[in-house]
C-alpha cells in the first residue's frame, strides 16, 4: 500500500516541530549530559526544571527538562505559522473529538494542547520568547556543536493509520519502508520544514518516541563527541553509530541521555520543499535501508523507546522486524 | 530604514529558487568547467544547450548553459507551489504592468515569462520533469560535489525598491546591511525555502547577476575543488575565499566560469522557517559583514557582474562601497 | 612482564616498511578494489602483475598484486637507510641461522631476502625506482585517497618472542596490550618511522598477516569510502568500523580485499621520534583499548588472517581473547 | 645552484625541534592568546614564565613565554637522540668556533647552549621531564586542537650559507626555491623528524624568527581557530589564510601574537623518512609555490619578523623578493 498523496492543503499550517519536554529523575546529571557534553544552551533553570537550545535558534527552548519520577516523555511541541492557524488547528482536533486545552506556558504565548488518537501528547503555539542570536558566537560552541533540532521519531502499533493522521495535519512523506509481505507501511519519514522529517514513525509497541535529534555541522563533530563521550563516563550511553542510514542520506549517532531517553546525532539529509518531491520507497528486507555500510544496530534500538505520560501502551499487530545480526 | 515587514500571505506561493540560463560563448569549455571540474551532472545536451543538476535534486535542471554570442543571463527560473499559483502569478505581474508571457519550455510544463520592474528576466513554473534520486549514487560525485543550487545575487540600482518589489512576492528578509549614513539598505538577503536566500540584492549598477551560488557538504569540499582548480588550470579563476561572511555565517569560495560569470560555493547557512524570524541588521561599516576573518576581498568582487539579456543597466545613486584594502 | 627497553643502536637501521606482495586469484578483480575503489595509481601491469603506490609517496610500489593460486601474502618489504645496512642486515639475519638470499626484483636495487625465525618472508632494500611526485596532482585523487602506506599488522603466536626479536632489529615498542593473568604481552605495536607503528603483532594461531594499513587525510575520506563501498557492490567487504582504536588512536576502518587479505584505513595517530617516548600499557580486559567508543569488532576481525607463503601455522598457547560481545 | 646532498651521517643525531622561547611584554595576554584562544596546555606558571606543551606532547614544554622589555625571541631548542651526541655536539660547535655553555634549564637535564654564526640563540638537551599522555583526555581540547610543534622559520640573509650549516648538522632539504636569476637558493625547508621541515630559511633581513608552526588534525579545526578568533577580539591578529602552500602542500594559517610573534598552524604536509628523497626545487616567479590557490599574502608577511634576543641584523644582499599584488 503506498502511502497517502500529500494533503497540500491542510486546515492548518504547522511550521516545524519545535520542542520535547523529558521528565528525568535527576536533573544535575541530565544536566551534564545536555550541556556540558552535548553542548546545548541554558536558557532558563531553576530547581525543577531546565530549559535548553541549541546554536542557532532563536525561540526559548527546544528542550524542556523536568524533574520528575518517572524517566517519561511530557509533550511534543510543534511551531504554527499564524495566529489564526492556532484556532483552526483546535478546531480540526475538536472535530476528531480529541482533547482541545489552552493551556499557560512559560516563555511562550497562546498554547494548544491536545493528544493524537494514540494518545501522544501535543501542543501547538505561534509565539515563543525570542532570544538574541548565538550562532556567530563561536567561545560558546562546545560538546557536538549542535544547531538545532530537527525531528521526533516515534514506536507506532498502527503506522498506516499514524501517517494517515499526520498526513491530514500536512506532513508529507519523504521516504517509507514497506512490508510487502503484508502490504503495510512499516515506517515512514514526515516533514513540514523542508528536510527528510519533522516527525517519523516506526512500527513497534506505541505510542512511545523513539529519539528526537538534532542537527550538527559536520560528520566530525560526531566524533568529536564520540571521543568526549568516550573519555568522560559516558561510554556506555553510547548505543549505534556512528553510520549512514540508507533512508534520509544522514550520517547518524544514537546515544541515550541518563534516563535512556534516545538523543540522535545527526546530518546530511537533503531539501525536500518541492511539494511533488516522489517518495522514496525501501524494502523492509533491505538491510541497507537502516545502516547504508551493513553494520548490525544493536537490539536495544529496536526495542527501547519512551514512553509518552498518561498514553497507553498497544502492541502492533505486525510481526517483530528481522534484526540483522552482526 | 529598516526592511518592510514579511509578507506571510503573497498573492501567490513562490516554493524556491529554480534555476538560471547561462549565455556562454564557448559551450565545451563551460563544460569542462561545470561538469570536470565542478562536478554538476549532465541531464541532456545538444550542440546548442547543456542543462545540468546536482547531486540531491530531482527536477531536470538548476543550470541551462547556452551558446551564444554575448555571456550574459538568459533568466532566473523559480518554483511555484501548485498550478493555481501559476495563474495568480500571471494576473499579480498584469496589474504590475509587466509583461505576462506563457511560453514552451524543454522540460518544464506550463511556464509564465515575465520580468521584473528593472528588467531582470524571470520565469516560473509548476512542472519539471523529475528523475530519479541519484544523492546515494556515490561513484557519482566528483569536484565540489554540489549538492543544489542555493541562491542568486543580484547588484541593484535601487536595493529599497527591489526589496520593496520581492517582500510583496513573499521572500523575507533574513539579515540586510544599511548605510547609517542615508538610512537605506545597502544589501539584503531573502528567502522562501527556509535558508538565508533564495534571492540577495547588492547596491550597485543594476540589474546584473553578481552569483549563482551552490550548497556542498562541508567546508573540506570547497578546499578540495581549489586543490583541484589550482592544478588543472583554473587557478585565474578562484575569485575570493575561502571564508566565512559575517552575514548569513556562510563558509564560501567565489570562483568565475569561462564567460566571467560568478559561482559561489556555500555551506553554513542556518534555518529560517520561523515566520518571526528577526532581520538581522549589519552596518555598512562593519568590515566583519563581508568576511568574519577580516581578510579584505578583490575589487572585482565589488565591480564585476553578469548582465541580464534585454535587460538596461543603471547606475546607482547611492556612493560607491568602501572597498576595505588589504 | 614489561616490553623490552628500545634497542637504540641496532645492527643496521631499517627506515620504514614499505611494500607487501599480495597474491590474488582475480587480477581483474583485484585491481577494481584497489585502483577504482581504493584509488591506489598502478605504476606499472602486465597480465600477471600490478604495481601500485599511494599519492604522496615517491618510490616505486607500496603493493605489488600478483595472480596466484591461492590467496596468501608473498613478503613483507622494509627499507635500509644505506648500503651498507644491507650487508649488516645479512651478516644479522646470517648470525640468527636465518635464511640470506640476494635476490632480483624488477623496480629495486640490491634486495636481501630472509624469514623472521617464524617463517615471516621478509625482504630488504634501500634502492627502488623513484618516480616523480604527484602528491599535488589533485585531479588524480579519488576513493579514500590514499597518502601512503603505514603499517603491518600480524597475529603471532608468541607476540613476545615477536617483540624480542624486531625489537633488536631496531622497532620501538610504542603502546601494548598485557594479559594480567600470565603476565604475557598479548599485543604489541613497534615503530621506526616515528609514528605508532611500522608492525603490530597480536596473539593468535600464526604467522599470519592480520592487515595492512594506509594512511589518509582525514576521517571524512573513510566515510566518504565507505558510501562508494556501500553503493557500488562492496558492502559485504566492509568489516568493521568506522572507529576509534584506543590504542595508536587511530580513526579507522577495516575492509577486506577480494581476496579476504584485510586492509585497514587509518588516520589520527601521534609522533613517536623521542627515542626516550614511553610505551602504553593497556590492560586486555580494558574493551576502550580495541574500541574507544565501546563497540564490539566482529568475530571475524578476532580470527582471520592472510597467511605468509612458505611459513608454517602455529596454534597460540594463550587462550583465546575474550571477544566484547555487541 | 642545487641544495647540499644531504649529510646521511652528521656528528651527532638531531631528533627533532623541540622549544621556543618568547620573550612577551603582557604574560596575562600573552596566556589569553596561547591558552585560551589556540588551546595549549599550561604545564608551569609563575609570575614570570608560563611553560605550555601541545595535545600530544609528552616532554614538558614546547613554549615558554617569559615576561620582558622586548619582544624577542629568546631560544631555540632542539631534542638530541642520545647522551653521547650532546658531548658531540658540543665538540663540532666548538670547532666552528661557536660559544659552547652548559646551561641549567628548569624541567630539562644536562642542556648544550650554543649560536649558529650567525648569532640564531640555539639549546640542545636530551632529557626534558616526561609528562603523562593527555592525547586522549578529549575535555581538555579546544581552540585549534594543538597537536605538537612542528617547525621554526627563519630569515636569513644569507639563504645558501644558513643551508650550508644546518645541512652539514644533518638537517635534510626537503624543498627550496630557487632565484633563477641568480642562481641563489631564496628559501629552503629542511628536516630531522621525518616531515617537510624542523627548519626552514627565507632570504630576508636576518637572523630573525618568522614563525613557528603547530599541528593540528584537519583544516576544519583551522577554520573553528578563525571563527573563534573572530568573535573574541583576536581577529586584528589574523595576518594570512587559510591557503594551501604549493611548497610542503600545507593547509596553512598564519596570525600574530599579542607581541607580533607570528604562529602558524598547520596541516597535511607529508611523510619524508626516506634518505634518497628528491628535494622539490620550486621558480621564485612560481606564485603558486606559495599559494598554490593563487591568493596574494599581505606585505606584512614578508617583512614581518621577530628579532633573536642578542642577534645582530644584517640585510640581505639579494634584492626584495617580488611581492604578488592582490
Redesign the interface.
Known sequence: MPVPAPN?YPDFNI??LSHVEYRVQDLAKSRAFYVDTLGLQVTYEDQDRIYLRAM?E??HHCIVLVQADNSDVGVLGF?L??DPDLDKAAAWFASKGLPVDWIERPHMGRTLRTRDPWGVPLEFY??MD?LA?I?????LY?GVKP??IDHFNMFSADVDASVAFYNEMGFRTTEYTEDAETGKVWAAWMHR??GVHDVAFTNGKGPRLHHTAFWV????NI??L???????GW??N?ERG?G?H?IS?A?FLYILDPDGHRIEIYC?D??T??????A?KWDLKDP?RQT?????A?RSWFEHGSVFEGADLKESALKAQPIIA?
Open positions: 497540500l511550521v516545524r542557532e532563536r525561540g511551531k505559522f499564524d505561534v509565539k525570542r542570536p550562532h556567530q558566537k563561536y567561545k562546545n544547531l538545532r520544514k523542508g555541522p559536520t560528520p566530525l566524533i568529536d564520540l571521543d568526549l563521550m568516550a573519555t568522560t561510554v556506555d553510547i556512528p549512514r540508507g542520506n550520517f546530511s537533503y531539501q520543499v518541492d511539494p511533488d518531491l516522489e522514496i541497507q547504508l555500510w551493513g553494520a548490525a544493536p552482526p
